[in-house]
C-alpha cells in the first residue's frame, strides 16, 4: 500500500478505469508521490544501472561521436543538450572525452522534469555551464548535440488487444479494492489501421501517445544542423505486451507499489524514426555493433593496461555487458538524427537508409 495508490484507487472510484499512459505519467511524475519526484532510481544502491553507470566507454563513444559528426558539418555554433539525463554521468563523460578537442561546444541544456534528479545532476556536473528545460519544446534553435538514452522507455505507453471487430484497450480498474488490469469493448482505433495486416486476435500493440511530438521537436532542431543520437531498448515494431516494473534491480507487478517501481515499455524505433520528417534518420542498429563500430574495444584494451586483478576483471565484465549479444548488445538499440544530406555520424550503417 502506498499514498500514490490510494490516490489513484479514489480517482478511479470516481472517474472509471484508467489507461496504462495515465497510470505511468502518475506513477513517474507526480510531484509528491510520484517516483523520479521521490528518489535517486540509478546505480547499484538503486533500481536499476544504466549504461553510462556501467562504464565510463558509454559515454566517452557517444561524446565522440556527436564530436566527429560536429567536425564534419564544420564545427557549427551549437549547444549540447540530453534528455533524461538520470544522475548527469552521461554528460560528464560527454564533456571529458571531448575536453580537448578546440572549440567543441561546452553549454549543456538538459530536459530533466524532477527536482530531486536536477540536484543530482547538479553535483555530477560542477563547474560545467549547465541549464535546466522541463520539456523538449523548450529547447532552442539548433544547431543542436543530443543525447537520449533511456529516455523514451520511460514515456507513457497505451497497450491495445487485437479483437475480432476492432481494438480492446487494456486499462486499470479496481476489483475488491485492488487496482487490476481489464479491458474494453473491441473499438475502431485509427491509430492502429496499419498494424491490422500483421496482427491477429490477441496480439498486443503498445502506443506511446507523446513519443511522436518529442521526435518531431527533435527534428526540427537536428534539421538546423547538429546531430542526435538515441538508445534504448526496443525493436523496429510494437509487438507484445513489453510494460514492466523493476525495483531494486528485480522484476515486481506494476500495480503493486505505485510511484515505488520504475515503469517502463519497449521503443518502438520504426513509430519515432517515422516521427523525425525534417531530418535524416538512420538505420536502426544494435547497441553492440554501434559501439564496435566506434571502437569501443580498443578503448577497452586500452584502459585495461592499467588494470589488474578484480578492477581489471570488472572492466571486462562491463565491456561485454554493453556489447555482447546476451548482455546489452542486441537489446539495446540505436539511431541517430542529422540534417539531410550531412554525413551520417560513425557507428551506423551506411549501406542503407531510411
Given at each position: ?31 509528491e ?11 547499484a ?27 564534419d ?38 530536459v ?13 556536473l ?19 548535440l543530443?543525447?537520449?538514452?533511456e ?21 486499470i ?8 488490469l ?7 482505433v ?14 498486443v ?26 538508445v ?13 516494473a523493476v ?29 523525425a ?19 569501443i574495444?580498443q ?11 578484480a ?18 548488445g ?25
Amino acid at each position: 500500500m502506498t499514498a500514490l495508490r490510494d490516490l489513484l484507487a479514489r480517482q478511479i472510484a470516481s472517474d472509471g478505469p484508467m489507461n496504462l499512459a495515465d497510470y505511468m505519467q502518475q506513477c513517474l511524475l507526480h510531484p509528491e508521490h510520484g517516483y523520479y519526484a521521490t528518489r535517486d532510481p540509478f546505480g547499484a544502491a538503486g533500481d536499476f544501472v544504466t549504461a553510462p553507470e556501467i562504464s565510463q566507454m558509454f559515454g566517452e563513444m557517444l561524446g565522440l561521436c556527436l564530436a566527429q559528426a560536429w567536425i564534419d558539418q564544420g564545427r557549427p555554433d551549437a549547444y549540447l543538450a540530453e534528455l533524461g539525463p538520470g544522475r548527469g554521468t552521461l554528460m560528464k563523460d560527454v564533456l571529458r572525452a571531448t575536453a580537448a578537442i578546440p572549440d567543441f561546444p561546452r553549454k549543456v541544456l538538459l530536459v530533466e522534469a524532477s527536482q530531486h534528479l536536477r540536484d543530482v545532476q547538479t553535483d555530477t556536473l560542477s563547474g560545467a555551464d549547465v541549464e535546466w528545460v522541463e520539456h523538449v519544446s523548450a529547447l532552442p534553435a539548433g544547431p543542436v548535440l543530443l543525447l537520449a538514452n533511456e529516455f523514451f522507455d520511460a514515456l507513457p505507453i497505451r497497450q491495445f488487444v487485437r479483437g475480432t471487430k476492432g481494438w480492446s484497450e487494456r486499462r486499470i480498474g479496481l476489483h475488491d479494492g485492488a487496482l487490476t488490469l481489464g479491458l474494453t469493448e473491441d473499438m475502431r482505433v485509427d491509430a492502429l489501421s496499419h498494424r491490422l495486416a500483421d496482427t491477429g486476435a490477441g496480439d498486443v500493440v503498445e502506443l506511446c501517445p507523446s513519443a511522436a511530438p518529442i521526435m518531431g521537436e527533435l527534428a526540427d532542431r537536428v534539421a538546423q544542423g547538429g546531430a542526435g543520437i538515441i538508445v534504448d531498448y526496443g525493436d523496429w515494431r510494437s509487438l507484445g505486451d513489453t510494460f514492466q516494473a523493476v525495483e531494486n534491480h528485480s522484476p515486481v507487478d506494476p500495480l503493486a507499489s505505485p510511484g515505488h517501481a520504475d515503469l517502463t515499455a519497449h521503443v518502438d524505433f520504426e513509430a519515432l524514426s517515422n516521427a523525425a520528417t525534417a531530418c535524416h534518420v538512420s538505420p536502426m542498429t544494435p547497441q553492440g555493433m554501434f559501439l564496435e563500430q566506434l571502437g569501443i574495444t580498443q578503448r577497452a584494451q586500452a584502459l585495461a593496461e592499467n588494470l589488474q586483478g578484480a578492477k581489471l576483471d570488472q572492466h571486462i565484465a562491463a565491456h561485454r555487458r554493453l556489447t555482447h549479444p546476451e548482455e546489452m548488445g542486441s537489446l539495446f538499440k540505436a539511431i541517430t538524427l542529422t540534417p539531410r544530406g550531412a554525413p551520417v555520424p560513425s557507428g551506423f550503417d551506411l549501406a542503407s537508409s531510411t
